[in-house]
C-alpha cells in the first residue's frame, strides 16, 4: 500500500524525482499553469464585459471586482498568514479616503490619478504597518488581535464621521465628515501626444480586471513562493517556526502590510469608480462584507475571493429585490450558514469535488505504517564536528510568588551528551525553557557559545546554534514533509538544497514520504520529522525534552542510538525523567531539585547517592530505617 | 472644589457606565474564552425591554431592567443552543463569527421592529445641585450600582456552587469534567447569565442614552477594549481596566470633545496590550 502510494505519487510528479533542479522546473512550471489560467480567465472575463454587459452591469462588475481586490487580501492573510483581521475593509476604507486626497490635489497638475492609486496601496501599508507593529511585535493572541482590528474599525469609523467642517481639509480636498467626499476624479491617464485621459466605465473595468489579473498573479506567486511558506509555517506551527529562527513576528508584520496594500489598492479602484467615499467604508456592515465573501469564497482560496463577492453581492441583490433594505439580515444568515453548512468555501469545495471525481485524490495515506519509524541510516559521519557550549550561571525564576528556579549553575562544554533529572516539580521543564528562551528567567546570565543570549528571544538564539526538539512533536500539520526540511534550512542559500533535502532526510528514512503531508505521517515518523528539522538546522548544541516520553522499550533503545550518533557531532543535553534510558546515554548526569542543583556527576554515582534515592521515593532522609 | 469635585464624579460616572456595559462580555470571554459579537445587541434588547416596560406599564427604571436581563437571558439560552453549542471544539474564530453574524441580524430585526430611532423614556430622580454646577441624580445612582453589580457578580463566583463549578471547569476542563462537572451544563449558565447581564447593563443604561437598533454598535467596541485590556481576571481585570480606560476618556473628553475621549480610550487600550498583550491582569494570581 506505501509503496503504490508512492509510485503514484512518483508518476504524478515524476520530474521532481532525482532531479534536484527538477524541482525548480515542476515549481515554475506550476505557477506558469496558474499565470496562464490567470490571463485566460481575464482574457475571457474582458470579452464577456466588453460584448454583453449594459453600462449598468459594468458599473457594477466594476465595483464587485475592487470588492474583490480586498476579500483577497483577507484570504492570502487569513488563509496563508493565519491572521483574522476585521480590519481589511478599514485598509481598503484608507484607500479609498488616500485616492481621493491625493488625486484632488495632483490631478490639476499631473492630469492623473494613476499615482493617486498607488498612493490608496501605500497609505493603506503605512497604516497596516504602524498598527501591525503594535499588534505582532506586542505579541497579541489571535482572538485580542481580532478585537483589535474591529476596535480600530468603529474608530476609524468615528474619526472619519466627525470631520465636517471647513478646518478638516488637506489641500484641495475636504474630507466631509458623515457625508464623505463627492466629486472625485475618476481613474485618469496622461498619455504623452492627447493629454489626460479618463477612463469611461467600460474602459474602467477592463482596468479593473486587468489589475485584479496582476495582482492575483503576484499574490499567487508571493503565497507559492518562500514568503508564503514561511507564513504557512507560522500559521501551522508558530513555536516550532521560533524554534527553527525565524523571526515570527516580522513575517506575521510583513503579511500584514503586504495584505494591506493590497486592501488599499482595493479601496483606491473604489474611489475611482464610485467618484465618492464616505465613513461607511468603515462600517461594521461593510467589514462583515468583506469576511463573509472570504467565507463564502473559500480563506484558503485567493480565487475564492472573488468567487465569494460574486456569489454574495449576487445573492445580496437579488434578495434586495424580494425583501428590500434587510441587507444587514441577510449578511447576517449568509455568514451563519456559510459558517455550518460550507465551513471551507465554495471554491476549495468545489475543487475537492473536481478532484475526487477525477479520482486524482491521493489514496489514503493516512494512518498507514503505524509501526515504530526505522533507525535512520548512519550517514552523519560526514558532517563537521561542532560542539556547541552553553553556560548557565546562578539561573533563577520565579512565577508570581512561587520560586522554580533559585540559582542553576550549570556549565555544558565537556561530555557530548549531558542528562538532565529531577522529579517532578524539580524545575527540569522551566530550566529547559529557560536555555531555549521561551522563558525569560528572572535573574542568572546564559551564555551559548560566548555570547550572551540571556535576553534573546528563542528565534535568535536558534540562529545562533542551538537546535530545539519538544517533547511533543511540532510540526506542521498542512506542509509536505520536504517543505519541513526547507524551512529548517532558512535562507542559507545553497546551490544544492534539494541534495541537502534529500540526504537529512534519508537520514531519518523519510525521503519516502517527501511529498506526503506530515499530519498524514505516524506518530513516530513525526518525531523522526522534527528531529530532522533540527538537525537542518546546523545546530552546534541539541536540547531534547523528553525524547524517550511515551516510548516503547524497543523505540527508546532506537531513540539512545540516534541520540548517541548525533553526539558524534553535535553536543547534546537531555532533560528526562526515565531513569533507565538516561543510564542508557552513558552521560554525566546533573540532577535538579527544588529548583537547585542537588547533584552533579556520572550516573552512577549520582542515582547511588542515598538521598537522590530517598528524594525520589519520597521519603525524608531520616526516615530509611523505618 | 466644588468643579473638582464634579470632575470626579464625572469620571466616576464614566468608569460605571463602562463597566456596566461590559460585565456581561467579561464573563462570557473570560469562563468561556467567546469574542460574543452580539453582545451590543444583548445591551440593546434590555434597553428596549426596559423602554417599552417603563412606557407601557409605567414600571420604574430599576425594576425594568431587570425584565431587560430576563429577556436577554431567555435570548442567551436560545443561542448558546442553536448556535454556540454546534461549534464547541472548534476554533475560536468560530464562535466570533457566528455571533457576528447573529448581531448583524438582531440590529436589522430591532430595526423593523422598532424603526431606527425610539422615543426613549426620560432619566428619573431630577438633578441635584453640587455648587454652581448641576449634575443628575441618576448618573450618580449608576456608580453604587456598579459597584453593587459587580459585588453581586463576585458572590456568584465565590459563594455559589455555580459560580465555584463555572470557574473550575474554566481553568481546568480535563480536571472539573473528570470531577463529575457537565460541562455542558455549566457553559449554557454562563452564556446565560453573561446575557442577562448585558441586558441588565442596557437597562441601566437605556435613561442615559439614545436607545436605538444602532447602539450596541456604539458600545460594542469600548466594550471589547475593556475586557480584553482587563484580561485572564474577567472581574477585577475588568474592574482595573474599566478605571484606566474610563478615566482616560472621560478627562479627555472633558479637556478636548467627546470624539476625543473616545479616541483616547481605544489610543489607551492598544499601548497597554502592545506592552501587556494579554490584559492587565496576566500576571495576577487571582483569577476572579
Keep these: 500500500m506505501t509503496d503504490l502510494a508512492s509510485s503514484q505519487t512518483e508518476n504524478g510528479t515524476a520530474v521532481l524525482t532525482g532531479n534536484k533542479n527538477g524541482i525548480l522546473q515542476g515549481v515554475a512550471d506550476w505557477k506558469h499553469a496558474k499565470t496562464g489560467a490567470a490571463m485566460i480567465v481575464t482574457a475571457i472575463a474582458i470579452l464577456i464585459a466588453v460584448n454583453f454587459f449594459s453600462l449598468a452591469d459594468q458599473l457594477k462588475w466594476t465595483l464587485w471586482v475592487s470588492f474583490g481586490i480586498v476579500a483577497m487580501s483577507l484570504s492570502f492573510i487569513w488563509g496563508k498568514a493565519g491572521i483574522f483581521s476585521f480590519g481589511q475593509n478599514a485598509l481598503f476604507g484608507i484607500g479609498a479616503y488616500g485616492y481621493a486626497i491625493l488625486s484632488l490635489n495632483l490631478l490639476p497638475y499631473s492630469g492623473e490619478t494613476l499615482s493617486a492609486l498607488v498612493f490608496a496601496g501605500v497609505a493603506a501599508a503605512a497604516f497596516a504597518a504602524a498598527l501591525g507593529y503594535f499588534m505582532f511585535y506586542g505579541r497579541v493572541g489571535d482572538v485580542y488581535l481580532s478585537v483589535l482590528t474591529l476596535a480600530v474599525t468603529l474608530i476609524l469609523y468615528t474619526v472619519f464621521s466627525s470631520t465636517a467642517g471647513p478646518q478638516y481639509r488637506i489641500g484641495e480636498a475636504t474630507l466631509g465628515g458623515f457625508n464623505g467626499m463627492p466629486g472625485l476624479p475618476t481613474l485618469t491617464f496622461w498619455i504623452p501626444g492627447s493629454g489626460s485621459v479618463q477612463l469611461e466605465i467600460q474602459a474602467l473595468l477592463i482596468f479593473a480586471i486587468g489589475l485584479a489579473a496582476v495582482l492575483y498573479v503576484i499574490m499567487s506567486y508571493a503565497a507559492d513562493s518562500r514568503f508564503g511558506e514561511i507564513l504557512s509555517g507560522v500559521r501551522d506551527n508558530e513555536t516550532r517556526m521560533e524554534l527553527l529562527g525565524y523571526d515570527v513576528r516580522f513575517w506575521k508584520w510583513l503579511a500584514f502590510v503586504v495584505g494591506g496594500a493590497i486592501a488599499g489598492i482595493g479601496g483606491g479602484l473604489f474611489a475611482a469608480w464610485g467618484t465618492f467615499t464616505n465613513p461607511s467604508v468603515f462600517g461594521l456592515t461593510q467589514a462583515a462584507m468583506v469576511i463573509i465573501w472570504v467565507m463564502v469564497g473559500g480563506r484558503n482560496s485567493l480565487f475564492g475571493a472573488f468567487v465569494g463577492v460574486v456569489i454574495v453581492q449576487w445573492i445580496a441583490d437579488e434578495a434586495d429585490k424580494v425583501v428590500s433594505e434587510q441587507t444587514p439580515l441577510i449578511l447576517g444568515l449568509m455568514l451563519i450558514l456559510s459558517l455550518f453548512l460550507l465551513p471551507n468555501g465554495v471554491v476549495p469545495t468545489a475543487t475537492n469535488w473536481v478532484r475526487s471525481w477525477l479520482g486524482a485524490s491521493k489514496g489514503g495515506s493516512r494512518g498507514e505504517a503505524t509501526q515504530a519509524a526505522p533507525l535512520p541510516a548512519s550517514e552523519a559521519a560526514t558532517e563537521p564536528v561542532r560542539r556547541g557550549v552553553i553556560v548557565a550561571q546562578n539561573i533563577a525564576k520565579s512565577f508570581g510568588g512561587l520560586s522554580v528556579l533559585r540559582g542553576v549553575d550549570l556549565t555544558f562544554d565537556e561530555a557530548p551528551v549531558y542528562a538532565i533529572i529531577g522529579p517532578n516539580g524539580a524545575g527540569k521543564s522551566t530550566f529547559f525553557n529557560v536555555l531555549t528562551g521561551r522563558v525569560t528567567a528572572s535573574q542568572g546570565s546564559i551564555t551559548l557559545n560566548g555570547t550572551d543570549v540571556g535576553a534573546m528571544p528563542a528565534f535568535e538564539r536558534a540562529r545562533l546554534g542551538l537546535g530545539i526538539k519538544l517533547q511533543i512533536a511540532s510540526i506542521f500539520p498542512s506542509m509536505t514533509v520536504r517543505q519541513h526540511i526547507d524551512l529548517a534550512l532558512r535562507a542559507r542559500s545553497t546551490a544544492n538544497r534539494g541534495a541537502l533535502i534529500e540526504r537529512t532526510l534519508r537520514d531519518v528514512d523519510l525521503w519516502e514520504r517527501a511529498d506526503d503531508q506530515a499530519s498524514d505521517l505516524a506518530h513516530g515518523q513525526q518525531q523522526w520529522l522534527e528531529i530532522a528539522m533540527v538537525i537542518a538546522q546546523r545546530p552546534s548544541l541539541i536540547l531534547l525534552d523528553e525524547p524517550a516520553a511515551g516510548m516503547s522499550r524497543q523505540e527508546k533503545v532506537r531513540t539512545a542510538q540516534l541520540i548517541e550518533r548525533l553526539s558524534r557531532t553535535h553536543r547534546i543535553i537531555v532533560v528526562e525523567h526515565d531513569m533507565a534510558f538516561v543510564r542508557s546515554l552513558e552521560a554525566p548526569v546533573a540532577m535538579l531539585h527544588e529548583g537547585r542543583v542537588f547533584r552533579n556527576g556520572s550516573f552512577e554515582a549520582v542515582c547511588g547517592d542515598e538521598e537522590v534515592i530517598n528524594i525520589y521515593l519520597g521519603r525524608r532522609s531520616n526516615a530509611v530505617s523505618a | ?288
Design chain 2, 1 to 288: 472644589m466644588d468643579s473638582v469635585l464634579v470632575v470626579l464624579f464625572s469620571a466616576a460616572t464614566s468608569v460605571s457606565t463602562l463597566l456596566i456595559a461590559s460585565i456581561g462580555l467579561a464573563v462570557i470571554f473570560g469562563l468561556m474564552r467567546i469574542i460574543n459579537m452580539a453582545h451590543g445587541e444583548f445591551l440593546m434588547i434590555g434597553a428596549f425591554t426596559t423602554v417599552v416596560l417603563v412606557r407601557t406599564l409605567g414600571l420604574p427604571v430599576l425594576v425594568a431592567a431587570l425584565g431587560g436581563a430576563v429577556i436577554a437571558a431567555l435570548l442567551g439560552f436560545v443561542v448558546e443552543i442553536v448556535l454556540i453549542r454546534p461549534l464547541y471544539g472548534r476554533r475560536l474564530v468560530d464562535t466570533l463569527l457566528v455571533t457576528f453574524g447573529l448581531s448583524l441580524m438582531l440590529f436589522q430585526l430591532a430595526v423593523n421592529i422598532f424603526g431606527t430611532t425610539s422615543p426613549g423614556i426620560s432619566t428619573p430622580f431630577g438633578a441635584v445641585a453640587i455648587g454652581e454646577y448641576s449634575v443628575s441624580v441618576y448618573s450618580l445612582l449608576l456608580i453604587p450600582v456598579a459597584g453593587l453589580l459587580m459585588l453581586a457578580v463576585y458572590l456568584v463566583f465565590t459563594r455559589t456552587k455555580y459560580g465555584l463549578l463555572a470557574r473550575a471547569a474554566a481553568q481546568n476542563p480535563e480536571m472539573a469534567s473528570a470531577l463529575g462537572v457537565d460541562a455542558r451544563k455549566i457553559n449554557k449558565l454562563t452564556f446565560m447569565f453573561g446575557a442577562a447581564l448585558a441586558g441588565l447593563g442596557g437597562g441601566l443604561l437605556a435613561p442615559i442614552v439614545a436607545v436605538s437598533p444602532g447602539m450596541g454598535q456604539s458600545y460594542i467596541g469600548q466594550a471589547f477594549m475593556t475586557v480584553i485590556t482587563g484580561g485572564q481576571a474577567f472581574l477585577l481585570g475588568t474592574l482595573a481596566s474599566a478605571a484606566a480606560l474610563g478615566g482616560v476618556q472621560n478627562i479627555v473628553a472633558q479637556l478636548v470633545t467627546t470624539f476625543w475621549g473616545l479616541a483616547a480610550l481605544f489610543l489607551t487600550s492598544i499601548i497597554i496590550l502592545r506592552f501587556m498583550p494579554e490584559g492587565i491582569s496576566a500576571r495576577w494570581k487571582r483569577q476572579l
